[in-house]
């Protein structure tokens, strides 16, 4: 009696934890098992990579990118009057946002300059050189500035947001409301979106591991997965008859950042050694996804920036070792290594530890929960660190993270590196001397683009992973659920 | 009792003044994890006024204390969502897992118990032995998987993570029951083979009394009761979140909302984790203690 009591109380204590958005009677989402759910759905205020990349599928931006990363139109069209004034057209008929509204100027306004009053935000920052926005017409939007930018369109990427919900306070970041491809259908425990052109619903589900992500994939649970993965699982999933894997050539650069205001890191023929003493060719072929490939700067070659002729350095442990000695070390060299404690980072971190053996260099890694190493990171305090760049489209990246000037907050200088020859070419935008310069002074030591990759169940076709690992495959891609 | 809740109120005062430092000695801000580098100063110092963080450590402190008397935990610095909400979202579903998890401990160790007890030194003892030995030893990091490849991927019975249906518990609960009950054979075995050695269950049986009966009325009574200690400290631990199985199984319960918040410095969250947690800690080893003068008449007269 006492036991089935117990039983019942618990089946109703489940049935209140249990609460999703599928409905019986609607054909049943396509499931997209991601690593980290979502955080916060307002264009204002989201930093994270998954909020970024649901934030795309929900708003649009009045700027986008081409393949080479040039700036086009997204919801408007420009032109430069002057170095302080730009003016965007918003292309027509204008988009719709989800609650059946136009978007106008007055929406564009309204969304930078409720931007510019937020207090919290991380990227008021970067448009704190907006003076005045006006709007001559409902299509016409004009931006002036406070000081000259060049890159000024490139920073226009925030999702635009309905005024009149702004003026009300809306919570855009639980229940947000844009006019891209998809809209919110509902947020409780998982987060999921409708497709507008046909209805098909995709449901966003978090599986930190990546072992569960791949075995859920696997018994049908999730249709489909995208990065994320120790390559192993990916060649594991390239062996399974019912799963398509496709992999595309990554453009978020990896490297070792420096501390160059540290003992011994401050002699060029050092920071070289480092470069000398890593072969991360063979990285890539042992413990790499397929499409990686060796980074030279920052931006990938294929980038309008890019500089295709550098060479990357190749592993020479012996020179390496003379390097180290011309520079009057004794051997063997010990430096600290941060990364956090992501298994594949520190997997890497064993790996160079066993290369930079051969050239005399005893390297010391320091595991870290991501807090804590970020935290040092930003705070210089380190001697080398492994991060990755995800997502940069413009060159502006390089003075920010190599300028002089660009200390934080200022920018992401975290090595406190000086140059003022590379301050000079930063200056003049001549990008293909900014990264040799940056190749010979190596303030990074650069080490790949990771491929990205997707795999899915048969159901889903026409899925592409993007090279910077966005989620927009999901607007074109088609899902035939078989009935299981 | 009200003796009792009174004494808890020290260890609640401890909790949140231990909780409150550390969490300030941790290095990381969350000024710097919601602005990013590039915020301005006069930004930062802006955002630590609306957040209270420029108020000196006692001030701050203070408010968070009257605030949690209020009932309001504040809300959570990432997401903006209350975090009273979040608590009811991830306590319920810890504790649906903890019960099943312990049910299932209890289900299988203590027969099994008593089966090897009562086989003592045969084989069917040393196999049982054997078994808990190994089930004890056996990581949720590892034990988890390997039940979702064999039972939700080869034999497609159950669900591999996630809550989606209420079959989706069985999995996360045998990974936790099953180390619990491997304890729980052990400790069985060993009390009930002591129990059936002293002197009162010779009496019962000199007595005449069939060996069931000896077994259900004289010696199974004395000998689970240390057990009750043990089932009250492992129910305390899965209470503070399984930390490990509640991520692998996507099984959103409040170990894996402390971890996430830490992970994010989300102070408020990870503080009101820490205190619940702690405070259901006290709880079960208060309700403990009640449940073994309940079934020790010996304990009762004792303060």
Not at chain 1, 152 to 164: S, T
Not at chain 1, 324 to 334: H, W
Not at chain 1, 343 to 353: G, N
Request: charge should be neutral; glycine fraction near 6%.
């Amino acid at each position: 009696m006492l036991l089935r009591r117990v039983a019942g109380y618990s089946l109703l204590a489940i049935a209140l934890v249990l609460s999703g958005c599928q409905s019986d009677t609607e054909p049943r989402a396509l499931v997209f098992a991601i690593a980290q759910a979502p955080v916060n759905l307002d264009p204002r205020y989201a930093t994270d990579a998954a909020s970024e990349r649901v934030n795309h599928l929900l708003y649009q931006r009045l700027v986008e990118f081409d393949s080479a990363s040039h700036e086009v139109p997204g919801l408007a069209s420009w032109q430069m009057q002057d170095a302080l004034h730009y003016r965007f057209q918003l292309q027509r008929p204008l988009a719709v946002f989800h609650d059946g509204k136009p978007l106008t100027a007055a929406d564009v306004k309204a969304t930078y300059e409720s931007l510019l009053q937020l207090k919290n935000s991380p990227h008021t920052a970067e448009f704190k050189h907006i003076k005045q926005i006006s709007t001559p017409d409902s299509h016409t939007i004009d931006f002036e500035l406070s000081r000259p930018d060049p890159h000024f369109p490139a920073r226009l990427i925030i999702g635009i947001l309905p005024a009149e919900l702004i003026t009300a306070g809306h919570d855009f970041g639980h229940a947000p409301v844009g006019s891209g491809p998809f809209k919110l259908n509902c947020w409780d425990s998982e987060l999921e979106l409708v497709r507008l052109s046909d209805g098909l619903k995709v449901s966003f589900n978090e599986v930190k591991d990546p072992n569960v992500r791949v075995l859920k994939l696997k018994r049908g649970e999730a249709d489909l997965i995208q990065g994320d993965l120790p390559p192993e699982l990916v060649k594991y999933l390239q062996k399974q008859p019912d799963i398509t894997v496709q992999t595309v050539a990554g453009a978020n650069y990896s490297y070792l950042g420096l501390n160059v205001q540290a003992e011994f890191l401050r002699d060029v023929r050092v920071r070289r050694a480092i470069a000398y003493a890593i072969d991360t060719q063979a990285i890539i072929d042992k413990v790499m996804v397929s499409h990686s490939r060796q980074a030279n700067a920052i931006l990938p070659p294929e980038h309008y920036a890019g500089n295709p002729a550098l060479q990357p350095y190749s592993y020479q442990p012996e020179l390496a070792r003379q390097l180290l000695q011309s520079a009057g070390i004794k051997l063997p060299l010990t430096l600290v290594y941060k990364t956090s404690t992501d298994p594949q980072r520190v997997r890497l971190a064993t790996i160079l530890q066993a290369q930079m053996q051969a050239a005399g260099i005893d390297l010391q890694i320091k595991s870290l929960d991501w807090g804590t190493f970020f935290a040092d990171v930003q705070k210089g305090n380190f001697q080398l660190s492994g991060l990755t760049w995800v997502g940069i489209k413009t060159p502006e990246i390089y003075s920010k993270v190599f300028g002089s000037g660009s200390a934080p907050p200022q920018g992401f200088n975290r090595g406190g590196y000086r140059d003022a020859e590379l301050d000079t070419l930063l200056k003049n935008e001549d990008w293909p001397a900014v990264t040799r310069r940056i190749h010979e002074q190596l303030p990074y030591i650069p080490l790949w683009y990771e491929g990205q990759f997707a795999a899915y169940r048969s159901s889903v076709e026409a899925y592409q992973p993007m090279p910077d690992g966005n989620w927009d495959g999901l607007a074109k891609v088609v899902f035939q659920p078989s009935d299981e | 009792m009200i003796k009792r809740l009174t004494s808890l109120l020290p260890v609640i005062i401890g909790v949140l003044c231990l909780t409150f430092a550390l969490l300030h000695m941790v290095p990381g801000d969350p000024v710097d994890v919601m602005l990013g580098e590039s915020a301005s100063p006069a930004d930062r110092e802006l955002l630590k006024v609306q957040l209270g963080l420029d108020q000196s450590l006692y001030m701050q402190f203070g408010q968070y204390v009257s605030n949690i008397l209020k009932g309001d935990f504040g809300v959570s610095i990432h997401t903006q969502t209350p975090i009273t909400q979040l608590l009811a979202q991830a306590y319920p579903a810890t504790l649906i897992l903890a019960f099943t998890a312990l049910s299932i401990g209890l289900l299988i160790g203590i027969p099994l118990g008593i089966w090897s007890a009562l086989k003592a030194g045969h084989w069917q003892d040393v196999m049982v032995t054997m078994v808990s030995i190994r089930l004890a030893a056996m990581p949720a990091f590892w034990l988890g998987p390997v039940l979702m490849l064999v039972f939700a991927v080869w034999l497609g019975w159950l669900p591999v993570s996630g809550m989606s249906s209420p079959a989706s518990i069985i999995l996360p609960a045998v990974t936790l029951g099953l180390g619990l009950s491997a304890i729980l054979t052990r400790m069985t075995r060993t009390s009930l083979l002591e129990v059936l050695n002293e002197d009162y269950i010779r009496t019962a049986r000199a007595k005449g009394l069939s060996e069931r009966q000896v077994l259900l009325k004289h010696a199974l009574r004395a000998a689970l009761l240390p057990l009750v200690t043990i089932v009250g400290l492992q129910m305390g631990s899965l209470l503070a979140g399984a930390v490990i199985t509640e991520t692998i199984f996507s099984w959103n319960g409040i170990g894996r909302l402390l971890v996430d918040s830490i992970e994010k410095r989300d102070y408020p969250v990870t503080q009101a984790c820490v205190l619940v947690i702690a405070l259901s800690y006290v709880l079960i080893n208060q309700a403990t203690d009640l449940a073994y003068r309940w079934l020790d008449p010996r304990t009762r007269g004792a303060r």
